[in-house]
T-cell receptor, first 114, second 113 residues
Framework: DTGVSQNPRHKITKRGQNVTFRCDPI?????LYWYRQTLGQGPEFLTY????????KSRLLSDRFSAERPKGSFSTLEIQRTEQGDSAMYLC????????????FGDGTRLSIL | GESVGLHLPTLSVQEGDNSIINCAYS??????FIWYKQESGKGPQFIID?????DKRQGQRVTVLLNKTVKHLSLQIAATQPGDSAVYFC????????????FGTGTRLLVSP
């Protein structure tokens, strides 16, 4: 299966710790997106990369959050000094570059802050 | 598995019935719309998309209708099967030139055998 791959699937950590998630997009997709989803809600946009360039960032992405896509392939999302409110599912998606293309999602990383 | 949505609008149908899931979107300038299916513990799965210059698009067992006048989107599923049970989200790309998707409130579809 060559879909979007996210690791780890689950992360449990104590408040104040740093966490990092990884996303491997579909191989021919130049666009990569991060979303956050809390229970009972739809996904909320965090940020978007085209190749290695980060082109859009949501106001939800506080300065404790940083995302990178250094070689235009996989991406990492780091959260520093985690807070209870960071508990959520973090979803990655990817798409082709031209025009309007559907975003294809991975199965997410579930973050639980103790 | 964990629940995707605890207090979502719910549509209950019998196997073999046709299902219609509705969505109101917010931005009259939105130019692209997508329907996703999300099963418990999984990410959203792409079902079908439609551009704003169309009012209907058909896939395998699914049809999306777009009414720009009233900013309404619907997903029709023909001959609904138990495997169609999931939470369904509509999403809009709210600004031309930007890639952010804005998701609506999901609808839980329950299909009884």
């Amino acid at each position: 299966d060559t879909g979007v791959s996210q690791n780890p699937r689950h992360k449990i950590t104590k408040r104040g710790q740093n966490v990092t998630f990884r996303c491997d997009p579909i191989s021919e997709h130049n666009r990569l997106y991060w979303y956050r989803q809390t229970l009972g809600q739809g996904p909320e946009f965090l940020t978007y990369f085209q190749n290695e360039a980060q082109l859009e960032k949501s106001r939800l992405l506080s300065d404790r959050f940083s995302a990178e896509r250094p070689k235009g392939s996989f991406s990492t999302l780091e959260i520093q000094r985690t807070e209870q409110g960071d508990s959520a599912m973090y979803l990655c998606a990817s798409s082709l570059e031209s025009g309007n293309q559907p975003q294809h999602f991975g199965d997410g990383t579930r973050l639980s802050i103790l | 598995g964990e629940s995707v949505g605890l207090h979502l609008p719910t549509l209950s149908v019998q196997e073999g019935d046709n299902s219609i899931i509705n969505c109101a979107y917010s931005n009259s300038a939105s130019d692209y719309f997508i329907w996703y299916k999300q099963e418990s513990g999984k990410g959203p799965q792409f079902i079908i998309d439609i551009r704003s210059n169309m009012d209907k698009r058909q896939g395998q067992r699914v049809t999306v209708l777009l009414n720009k006048t009233v900013k309404h989107l619907s997903l029709q599923i023909a001959a609904t099967q138990p495997g169609d049970s999931a939470v369904y989200f509509c999403a809009e790309k709210a600004q031309t030139g930007f890639q952010k998707l804005v998701f609506g409130t999901g609808t839980r579809l329950l299909v009884s055998p």
